[in-house]
């Protein structure tokens, strides 16, 4: 098994199976987040640029849906961070000599 993290004497295929899939998740996750920020950002310039077009009601709109966005995507990659301190945590204990 290709495996990111060393194997313990002490840990089954089974740990080490959970344990990769954790990781795999939180890369995912914290791809996604990144992914749907840069995508919000884009979304706020473009309102921003129909604010300055005096386009004002499209603009509002738009740079309010951004601004929303970002605020989720800010929650959703704290999550996935959250998730990846949680897997350092319980590997730091597993492989305590």
Request: aromatic content about 8%.
């Amino acid at each position: 098994m290709n495996s990111l993290i060393p194997s313990s004497k002490n840990q089954t295929p089974v740990e080490d199976a959970i344990i990769q899939e954790r990781l795999r998740q939180a890369k995912y996750s914290f791809n996604l987040a990144l992914s749907a920020t840069a995508i919000s950002a884009c979304v706020g310039l473009v309102g921003f640029g129909l604010l300055l077009s005096s386009k004002f009601s499209k603009g509002t709109v738009t740079a309010a849906g951004g601004l929303a966005s970002s605020a989720c995507c800010v929650r959703f990659a704290k999550d996935a961070n959250d998730r990846l301190d949680k897997v350092l945590e319980e590997l730091s204990e597993f492989y305590k000599p």
